[in-house]
């Protein structure tokens, strides 16, 4: 791993040259490699940090034979309580007490192994042998402990930076179920998935992508269950990463997904544990970014982001309802507003009497096009609800009754548009929030759009046709390889059970065979043979 | 684990099957059944099941023996290579008309249902573009828009079918119970013809996974046009009469015509139904596209079908939009029927001819 | 790369279709018409009347109750020419999908209707369940009519003929285009409900007789009645009975189950229509409730009188249809080529002259099973 790396594009050396000073140009000042002497290699590194304020070189003496040492961290990445009892203390006190009770005095050559196996009172050192490694290390909150006549340096873990409480998921909000959700802290993530499953085969394994904002990454998956090739699929794709910053999970997740042309998300975004969790045990992998309160897990399929978790901790009939809902809704919230353009402008004869000259009245001083009439209304909920989202809480509501009750019926009465249209405007959009994913939401909320327009073209046909192009495109889609529309294409029957329908518990006794999990039963496969009883 | 083609299911077998053969013709089956066939018509119709069941039975046993082949290839390797070229052309000829003749009956009879003024050309350009897009994404695409939307237009068919049962009376049926054999036969040629495309067989079954294209899910697959067809049948002459049956032209939209939807925010079932049949026209055209296509690249032993498709689209257009009037479409339908069938006759022949010469290409393919 | 090519292309193919919108037709710019009127005028040319909606009186919020129809005369030789000249009355598209009713005038109904059918029949417009009937009078007088329980005549008549026909017996069941279709292809005749139209007030009384397609004469509902028994085509109603004084005086009897079967039987080219007839039945009202016999007597007493009551309706229906307009408008052809396919292709011709001889077998068994809440 290098610090800095060469530049591939030749015009930036042009711009770097032209302006000075230049960007960054320790690398060719600094021998990267590390010498015996303190104050060499502290020299080193005042070369990269000597400029950055935050940066802490400590140079202290120790022992009795004052053999010069420094430490360097990065202030507020550490806890100072740690670095002052058990580094600083140690080093500079309890160290000439234990010359003095062992009567020896430290010498230069040894001080290094003394010091690593007697005076710091921390549980996770590490040693680093380049200024590269070590560099990372103290950017990453460590303390870096530089002792002389020694060619390596020690890493002392004094990490400790303000982080967020573990708090209540935010877009995944559940009525039943633990309320714990991701934070920013990777550790923290895994000790949650850790604390949901002990199973011993679940591995975690981390690794740093970006090339200067060097974000742990981790992913993990469960020994046992999860496809190999799935994992290798996993490792080569994540590897392809290769940009300078990965501030979110949905960094990673466009670097790798399967299809860049698509709305539809394919892979699934959660904050909670208990998500993640279950899918792991399914055969999934999840991807863990530092930072980042999110978690990926792949592959996806469409049906997983009609399903909250409740669905599962509420008894199945309530579950399967809800299921049945959320599926019944998302239709609704595609196509209903390209039904209507199309009813309303080429086949009134679909529409009972009573209802057709009921909304002919209510349109006869509309000055636009039912089409037309319809996009302004969409477009106006979607700005209403982008605005709604962005603004503080308190705001928020107020832009919501601004929109929904003054606008809505402003409109009415000024004769733009017909009370029926914002009838069917807000169901619609009411439709669209009920599914639980928030990506798979928006989706659906702009696939509208194209199905309006060719309903204005083509009327029922042209939704018809759009119908057609959806489907096409969804069979298409692969996410990891796998089939995105399974189970309904192609139809795994196995899978059915947990589709739409939500069927018992002791139905679902097989994981889901469509992400070829190695081991396929989760239990046995007839519980009530060897209990004897139902 | 990550496979880039995965062999067809068996479900996607007998979805692709049933999907090709349950086409445009569904609306107007009825009428050609009783016109064709008069009193014979319910029998003529579960006739012509059972002979398409037959030659796709033998389609299959054929297509089996030469694994990985396609008919175009097996038919070189079993007649030889002149005669077995030219029997692929006229294949490919058969598969561009089947093309277009579903394309033209959709886009006449949609704009006679519900696009009055649009031009004929839009509609079929629409068309024929949304069976491009699917053709191009390949026969696992395919099989999957099959597997996924024969469900709906089975539905849909049994909805028209359940739902119109007020209006059935047994005795307008009683005529077409006890029918004259004679004329059965007469009409079966032309009731065969509404159960074209199920010639797909020949070209799919290297795609399908061993032991999934077997002789049951063969007949599934015919099984489930022919069932439904039997009951369109029973449906159209009970609600109408027989007479009036051959006058309709599209009784199946007739049939819709007199349900009345059932709830409060939709009237007209037979718009509902329109839409869904166009599901079902669909998946003809775009199947029938695809083989046309997947034929044309094997006959020059070329890998890229993509190419083909956009070669074969302007030809599949350009005559589809020939036939000037409603007799040229009959006419053409005709012959492609005749045509057809003579394939069909020919590959039981070919069968016979494979049984009792040929030598088993099971294992080195 | 491909994918990418089809796809920008589709776009691109149907920005050039959004120029196009043919069949668009903003719903507020349909002109709906709800009810369709033919007459006949002196010159033998016809008179139709188009009765459109206007659409301010169906909003939501109702003001003061203002006129919901208005109703337009054309004079032409044909429906389609006036549906061309609609074009000549207001600035929407005429809508005939809406179309609930379809009149016939009397005088235009006794010169024949075949002319107007293959219009009624062909244009996609108009459904099969479209209901048809026959003005007592002219038809613009039925859809003039302003009826106070729903915005149009034609509504009003359309919900009485296909929902009221259900439940009392004295409505002509068959009032749709389909029933005419069916038999118009077939070559027989048919029969549709009468329309009595006042001021304010629409009212079915009837059917009218067509043979060969004109009107010959009207049933009244009683033997309407007699008609429905012929065809089958009774489920439930109420059935009345005349009986002495001392007997109860007048009897309603509320059918609930009423199964008819109708076969046609040939014997030595002789044919003979076997009806059978079963009612289950209550007591829905008596005329001198303080009969003095025991009630098994009695029920069986009112059963029987019930069955001679319908024998002699639907005697009188048959005779009156047969004998004295000789016109088949019970369907029974249908039965005939049902279950004599054979005999029906010899003499299927001769249907009219057959039908003269052909005689009505009944069978009726009436069962009443309860009584109400006092004993009878």
Redesign the interface.
Known sequence: MKITKKDRNPKNREVMEENDPPQLKAEEKVDVTLSNSTEENLEKFKAFLGDSSDAVFREFRLGSQGIPCALVFIDGLVNSDVINKNILKSLMYEITVLERARNESIQVESAYDFIKQNAVAVGEIAEASTLDKCMLMVMSGEVALIVEGSEKILIVNARGWPARDVSEPVTEGSVRGPKDAFTETLRVNTALLRRKCKDPNMVIKTIQLGRRSKTDVSYVYVKGIT????IE?VEKRLNQVDVDEIMETGQIEQWIQDST?SPFPQVQLTERPDTTVSNLLEGRVAILVDNSPFAIIVPAGLYQFFQAPEDYYDRWIIGSFLRFLRWSASLLAAFVPALYIAV?????????????????????N?PF??FVEAFLMEVTIELLRESGARLPKAIGQTIGIVGGIVIGDAAVRAGITS?SMVLLVAITAIASFVIPTYSAGIALRLIRFPLM??A??????G???G???L??HL??LKS????Y?TP????VPQDTRDWILRLPRNLLWRRPISV?PVDIDRMDQDPYKENGNG | MVKKHDKLGGLQYISLISTTILGVIVISLPKIAAESAQEGALLSTFLAGVLVAIFAVSMNILGRRFQKKTVIEYLVSLLGKPLGKFLGVILIIYFMFSTSLVLRGFSDALKGLLLHSTPLEVIMVSMLFTAVYLSLNGINAIAKISELFLPIIILSLILVIGLSINSFSYVRLRPVLFPPLWRTVKGMPNVITAFLGYEIILLIIPFVERKKADIPRTLIGIAIPTVLYILLVIMAVGAFGLRPSQQINYPTIALARIINFPGAFADRFDIFFVILWILAAFTSVANLLYISSLSTVRLFGLRNYQTFIYILTPIVYMLAILPQDLPEIRKVNTYVGYLGAGISMLVVGLLIFALVFGKKEHENG | MVRKGILTSLIALSTIFAVGCWDRVEIEKNAFILGLGIDLEEDNSLNITYQVALLDSFKGEKGEKSKSTQQISIKSNSLSESRDALLKHFGDTPNLSHCKLIVFGEEYARNGIKSSLDYLFREPDIRRITSVCVAKGRAKEVLDSEPQTAPSSAMVIDQIVTQNSANNSGIFPFPDIGYLHRNFIRESDVALVGINAGKDTVEVSGAGIFKDYKLVGWFSDSEVIGQRFILGEVHKGLLTADLSYEMGDRLTLNAYNINVRTIPKIKDGKIKIETKVFIEGDINEVGNPTTKLDTKTLLEFWGKAVENKIRDTVDAAYKKGRDTYGVDCFEIDEKIEGYYPKFWKEHGKEWNELFKTADLDLEIKVKIRRVGLIEP
Request: charged share 5%.
């Open positions: 496809d190999p090739g799935l699929e042309l309303i402008t080429y086949h009134p004869s679909f529409l009972p009497t009573p209802l057709a000259l009921a909304i002919a009245a209510n349109r006869v509309i096009p039912a009370p327009i060719l204005a073209i083509l009327g029922l046909y939704v018809a046709l119908f057609i192009l489907n096409i069979v298409s990891f390889g796998f089939d529309m309904q294409a192609p139809v070829h």
